[in-house]
């Protein structure tokens, strides 16, 4: 397998928990921000995004929230899965400025 | 269904060697990236380019240079090799407008003997 995984923070879950994923992002002027999930031995697939104006953010089974006063991004996966299992980033984006700064990374280990 | 395409999955070169890596998207999108993920670095942009023969310096350009003479297309160029250049490449394609999500190819496993 990949090793993307090597050095990061994991969080093992058992099947059908919630899971958090917490990100503290850099750029107080940054208004946009992503998930990303990737599994071993693929590029990054993009889960779900925000604006600065939200606070909060609902997708299939996921949530975002943003603390904009203490620059902190999480998500949240709800009756996490096995193939929820993977490396997850957060990424920020600054208005005006076409490049993503990704985060180091999260292992999520889901257990059946 | 969108996509971004890298060339190679998995390439093997020598120490010296030019390196040719090739991204293909077929968003029509403006804005074409390349970034290395290495192990508790995350990803570090290279280059991208925001137009056809247009480019701009990442983070780590060094020992890199870049080609985008269609739009469609974006390749990174290792001039000689090295060892330290073992790594996963991810090109990525994003629309021209503000605060929209980058699109990645699968990566390239680049390793440098």
């Known amino acids: 397998g990949e090793s993307v995984g090597l050095h990061l923070p994991t969080l093992s879950v058992q099947e059908g928990d919630n899971s958090i994923i917490n990100c503290a992002y850099s750029n107080s002027a940054s208004d946009y921000f992503i998930w990303y999930k990737q599994e071993s031995g693929k590029g990054p697939q993009f889960i779900i995004d925000?604006?600065?104006?939200?606070d909060k953010r609902q997708g299939q089974r996921v949530t975002v929230l943003l603390n904009k006063t203490v620059k902190h991004l999480s998500l949240q996966i709800a009756a996490t899965q096995p193939g929820d299992s993977a490396v997850y980033f957060c990424?920020?984006?600054?208005?005006?400025?076409?490049?993503?700064?990704f985060g180091k990374g999260t292992m999520l280990l889901v257990s059946p | 269904d969108v996509k971004v395409t890298q060339s190679s999955r998995y390439l093997v070169k020598r120490t010296g060697e030019k390196v040719f890596l090739e991204c293909v998207q077929d968003m029509d999108h403006e804005n074409m990236f390349w970034y290395r993920q290495d192990p508790g670095l995350g990803l570090r942009l290279i280059y991208f380019?925001?137009?056809?023969?247009?480019?701009e310096k990442g983070d780590i350009p060094e020992g890199y240079s870049v080609s985008r003479e269609k739009k469609e297309r974006f390749s990174l160029i290792l001039e000689s090799a090295s060892t330290n250049q073992t790594s996963m490449y991810l090109c990525a394609s994003s629309a021209g407008q503000p605060n929209t999500e980058a699109f990645f190819g699968q990566g390239t496993r680049l390793t440098v003997v």
């Open positions: 925000i604006r600065s104006n939200m």
């Open positions: 380019s925001y137009d056809v023969k247009m480019k």
């Open positions: 990424a920020e984006n600054m208005w005006g400025y076409s490049t993503l700064t």
